[in-house]
């Protein structure tokens, strides 16, 4: 009788099982899907039923450099991160053969059609962009498989060298259009202040003389032994008009 209850309580002790916070088991039953059990402890029937634990944690997929050609002809090479979480553990046992392997070939699939929808330019300045339609590409595939695809990131994008300069000398013309475009708005913004400034001073002779003033105290600042001298606004303006008198033809 003894050795009895010992053959029970063994046999129910070997049912006992313990899954962690992170963990879920699915329990099958003479090879049919029975229930998820855990977190914690659980009991399952030995011999007649068996389990397998998936982690719920977020996981990690890096997406390994690869190569593939953009819209506009260009061939680079570009990897990515992927992360994702199972939420429901049934689905992601019972639906596909293996999730994990299935998640990486999806998002290298995925990255790669995507990357073949747009040109070099747009994979460089648009990665947000790309991101997210790598997102929604992904986990609208997992969703059957219950995995949430939480996040996706492009990490590094490789061109060709010659693609390099070209890029570099694109930039540069469009520094030095750029530079000259502010030097002749400036230009054109001086000239026209000249232009105001001159006008002023021809309509107001007393002006012209203040700013004469104004020069020879700023060369006396500066230390110079330089001496000048200015002759008057209306010496100036004398013996223009006696120029023009000479000139002119003499009346009959």
Same mark, same amino acid.
């Given at each position: ?23 879920? =088991? ?12 855990? $977190? ?5 029937? +030995? ?15 890096? @997406? ?24 429901? $553990? ?46 929604? @590409? ?15 990131? #492009? ?28 030097? =002749?708005?400036?230009?054109?913004? =001086? ?21 004469? #003033?104004? #020069? ?15 002759? +008057? ?5 004398? =013996? ?13």
């Amino acid at each position: 009788m003894e050795f009895i209850i010992v053959i029970v309580a063994l046999f129910l002790l070997s049912g006992i099982r313990i899954a962690q916070e992170y963990q879920r =088991a699915i329990v099958f039953r003479l090879g049919r899907f029975a229930s998820v059990k855990g $977190p914690g402890i659980y009991w399952i029937i +030995p011999l007649l039923e068996w389990q397998r634990k998936v982690d719920i944690r977020t996981l990690t997929v890096d @997406i390994e450099k690869q190569e593939t050609i953009t819209r506009d002809s260009v061939t680079i090479k570009v990897n990515a991160v992927l992360w994702y979480k199972i939420v429901d $553990p049934a689905k992601a046992i019972l639906n596909v053969f293996n999730f994990e392997y299935a998640v990486y070939q999806v998002s290298l699939t995925a990255l790669r059609n995507i990357i073949g929808k747009n040109q070099l330019d747009e994979v460089l300045k648009e990665r947000t962009k790309i991101n997210s339609e790598l997102k929604e @590409i992904v986990d609208e595939i997992t969703a059957a498989w219950g995995i949430k695809i939480e996040f996706v990131e #492009m990490k590094d994008v490789e061109i060709p060298t010659s693609m390099q300069r070209a890029m570099a000398r694109e930039a540069e013309a469009t520094r030095e259009k750029r530079a000259r475009i502010i030097k =002749a708005e400036a230009e054109l913004e =001086a000239s026209e202040k000249l232009s105001k400034g001159a006008k002023q001073i021809a309509e107001n002779p007393l002006a012209l003389e203040l700013r004469r #003033m104004q #020069m020879l105290s700023e060369i006396g600042a500066e230390n110079n032994t330089t001496t000048i001298f200015l002759m +008057p606004s209306e010496f100036t303006n004398l =013996a223009k008009a006696f120029t023009e008198n000479l000139t002119k033809p003499a009346k009959k």
